[in-house]
């Protein structure tokens, strides 16, 4: 059962630094302020996995967001999700994504995008997420020397 995730959830922002590589370490008051302005914010106890979702409204600088608001009007955007390693295979990477696709509907959103990185690549989770109707939109060379795809799913 998911619950709410509040910007005081240290297990989970611990687990999300564990996935830094792929998801970028971050402090406990960016964290704090991060979860605080998401319109989706959600976690499987106590800490399996987790799942980010910021509007298009969001104050946010991430390349890889405003990389979404140069090209679209309205979208949430999944800033992060993470299934620790023990509880892969679970099923709940599906668990928050049905969530997140639950709640644009109900909020009247008609577009879910992300990021996937294809250098260094991550075939598993662009497979997911292609199993789940995302397609590609474009891709971006970053200037940490990562290349990421943009993918996004219509409601």
Known sequence: MLKPLLPDNEAVRALNNVFAA???????????????QARVAVFAAPADA????????????????????ERRDRF???????????????????QLYAHA????????????????NIDPPNPGSVAFHTALGFTPAGEQKLSNG??????????
């Not at 696709?101 to 996937?116: K, M, T």
């Open 22 to 36: 792929e998801t970028s370490y971050i402090e406990a008051g960016d964290w704090a302020r991060l979860v605080a």
């Open 50 to 69: 987790f799942l980010l979702v910021l509007d298009h409204d969001a104050d946010y600088d991430s390349p890889n967001f405003l990389w979404w608001k």
């Open 76 to 94: 949430l955007y999944v800033d992060r999700v993470v299934v620790a390693a023990t509880a892969q295979g679970r099923g709940l990477g599906r």
């Open 101 to 116: 696709v639950d709640e644009a509907r109900r909020l009247g959103f008609e577009r879910i995008v992300c990021e996937i």
């Open 146 to 155: 990562k290349t990421v795809g943009y993918f996004e799913l219509e409601l």
